[in-house]
């Protein structure tokens, strides 16, 4: 069913015209296009297809990408995206406000599924906590996150923040080290979330400093990487976060290593080490992120170890244009 709208038009006004007088046309407002397009409503169970988004659309922002899906259970069947989309003002045909708020009262009551939902997954947070003055990669730039406006002074609480792309816990986009690699904004948001596989190098422990991950240790867990995979392997090496040999002693990988994974074309590599390799570090960079390889590098992860074998890894960075590198909040979703 279409909503039916008219289109804008100029008329002339000539009943009132006072001689002498030029006519002045009288501007009605426009009428807006299609506010929605829908196949049924909600309640008959059929769902909203996509409506054109245009600008200053209001989106109430329940796209499928967005949670619509699994706020939806019945929307599970239908294909395509999912969205309800309003222009302002709202000039709809006279069912248009019953139908609005049929669909709104429709998308927000499964909320108490939601809090269902919510019991059944759990959280772990995969990051370090970021804060002033803690130690950064030898010759990157030190972090400085200070008070820029505070209660006292301002009545508000606003900080300053510097430091470098790679502090703590975050991800290396290829054009960390290939000019004409992909940069943060141009991978696309799928490879930082989704399925993901532990490989625990370390169960139970910790490797030692500096011990090199061959190609043997990963051959033992092959089966996880498989083609587009997200693999976090842990090392135990996050016990040394804050200190100075996190950076200088860690685990690291061998080149054979390196290459045997980029081979494998998976789409993710994590680690709990604040780089792939002291050993062969550029080269390992090279392997991992070459084109036609561009594995996204997560270093510096936490919590490993309370990890299952399977989760869903979720770690995005900040949408830096033309960028290298960006710290993330990692979280492991384990239903
Ligand atoms: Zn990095």
């Known amino acids: 069913m279409y909503l039916k709208t008219r289109p804008s038009r100029t008329t ?6 006072p001689s002498g007088l030029v006519a002045q046309p009288t501007r009605h407002p426009p009428v807006r296009p299609p506010v929605f397009c829908q196949k049924g409503l909600p309640e008959t169970g059929h769902f909203v297809r996509r409506a054109k988004r245009r600008s200053h659309a209001l989106d109430l922002g329940l796209r499928r990408n967005g949670g619509l899906r699994e706020r939806l259970p019945h929307n599970r069947r239908s294909p395509g995206s999912l969205s ?4 302002p003002p709202f000039r709809y045909g006279p069912d248009s406000h019953t139908i609005l708020s049929a669909l709104e009262r429709h998308l927000t009551k499964p909320l108490a599924n939601d809090e269902d939902r919510s019991k059944m997954v759990r959280l772990i947070d995969l990051s370090h906590p970021l804060e002033d ?5 030898p010759s990157d730039p030190e972090i400085h996150v200070t008070p820029h406006r505070t209660m006292d002074a301002h009545g508000v609480n606003v900080s300053r923040i510097a430091m470098g792309s790679h502090q703590g816990t975050h991800l290396d986009a290829p054009f960390h080290f290939f000019a004409d690699g992909a940069a943060l904004d141009e991978i696309p948001l799928e490879r930082f979330y989704g399925p993901a596989r532990l490989v625990d190098l370390a169960p139970g422990g910790a490797l030692g400093p500096k011990t090199p991950l061959t190609v043997e240790m990963f051959e033992q867990h092959a089966e996880a990487f498989e083609p587009g995979a997200k693999v976090v392997y842990r090392t135990g090496w996050d016990r040394t976060f804050g200190r100075p040999e996190f950076f200088t002693d860690l685990p690291s990988l061998t080149l054979d290593a390196a290459r045997w994974i980029a081979e494998r074309r ?3 590599l994590g680690m709990d080490t604040p780089t792939p ?6 080269e390992c960079h090279y392997a991992l992120l070459e084109k036609g390889v561009e594995i996204v ?15 869903t890894f979720v770690g995005f960075p900040l949408n830096f244009r033309g960028r290298d590198g960006s710290p993330i909040r990692a979280v492991a979703v384990i239903e």
Do not use: M, T, W
Not at 84 to 87: E, G, H, Q
């Open 84 to 87: 309800l989309v309003a222009r």
């Open 133 to 137: 003055g803690q130690l950064s990669y």
């Open 277 to 282: 390799s002291k050993i062969a570090g550029r």
């Open 12 to 17: 002339v006004d000539r009943r009132h015209r």
């Open 266 to 268: 998976i789409a993710l």
């Open 297 to 311: 590098i997560v270093e510096g992860l936490a919590n490993l170890d309370r990890l299952p074998d399977r989760f």
